[in-house]
């Protein structure tokens, strides 16, 4: 299953725009699970440049160490973690947070993750599984749409209504599974039910399945600057058993982890 995950319209060049860098992160990104092998007209679509635009990159690339090619297949090399590692290194809060998330995963017996926001999707930054429950392969780094996912809806609640609904408008909004919800009205209520709440539970909506909550991580003054959520199998746990004997210490995980910040 794909991920569906959206991409940022990037911003007219101008003065402070280096194009040239913005084709570099294109290229970056035309590198995923399903294309880790690509040759330089795959590159070229898969990036829209051109197949001159893209090997100047490719070869920049490699001249830098983050891309080895056989002379037909460019891949990209370990090197390019440094880029991510960078993000998490400069928020040593996940090496402190992971305890707290292997604890709760002991605990309630399922998998956690934190995420955070970014435009119309959830970024994980930290993972602790049990046994894989999902067909889409996550990690670090991974992404998925904010719409339809228990961390996705409880970040958007942080933002006022009228950029909930800008993000929403932005997002490629598919029927996933026969759960999903894709009315925007609909979805802005489920917001503002997490919003209230302060924690979010979406079941079934990503993966036939699949059922997750949520609950905030917030910084000293009150923002929820990510989230962390547990997830399991609904013919496994039901939304009420989820919600009345793993929330608790769900919430309870997140406040400790807030307390970290």
């Not at 440049?49 to 100047?56: C, E, H, Q």
């Not at 402190?96 to 292997?102: F, L």
Request: net charge neutral.
């Amino acid at each position: 299953m794909a991920t569906h995950a959206t991409q940022p319209t990037a911003p007219a060049p101008g003065d402070s725009y280096v194009q040239s860098f913005a084709r570099g992160l294109q290229v970056i990104r035309s590198f995923s699970a399903n294309a880790p092998h690509q040759t330089l007209s795959e590159v070229a679509a898969g990036s829209g440049l051109t197949r001159a635009g893209a090997r100047r990159i490719l070869l920049t690339l490699q001249t830098l160490g983050y891309v080895v090619t056989d002379g037909k297949l460019f891949t990209l090399t370990p090197r390019i973690l440094d880029l991510g590692f960078a993000y998490l290194s400069s928020m040593p809060i996940w090496n402190r947070a992971e305890p707290v998330m292997e604890a709760l995963v002991q605990q309630v017996q399922e998998s956690c993750s934190a995420a955070v926001l970014d435009a119309t999707d959830i970024v994980y930054v930290l993972r602790v599984p049990t046994k894989k429950i999902m067909h889409i392969n996550l990690g670090v780094g991974s992404r998925l749409p904010a719409y339809c996912t228990s961390l996705g809806r409880l970040l958007l609640a942080d933002l006022d209504d009228d950029e909930v609904r800008t993000r929403f408008e932005a997002s490629d909004i598919q029927t996933l599974t026969k759960h999903t919800l894709t009315d925007i009205d609909a979805l802005m209520a489920k917001v503002a039910q997490a919003r209230k709440q302060q924690w979010c539970l979406v079941n079934q909506e990503l993966e036939e399945g699949l059922i997750s909550v949520a609950a905030p991580i917030v910084d000293r003054q009150g923002r929820m600057v990510a989230a962390l959520n547990i997830s399991g199998q609904a013919n496994r746990t039901s939304a009420k058993v989820m919600q009345e004997t793993m929330l608790p210490a769900l919430v309870d995980a997140a406040k400790r982890v807030s307390q970290l910040l």
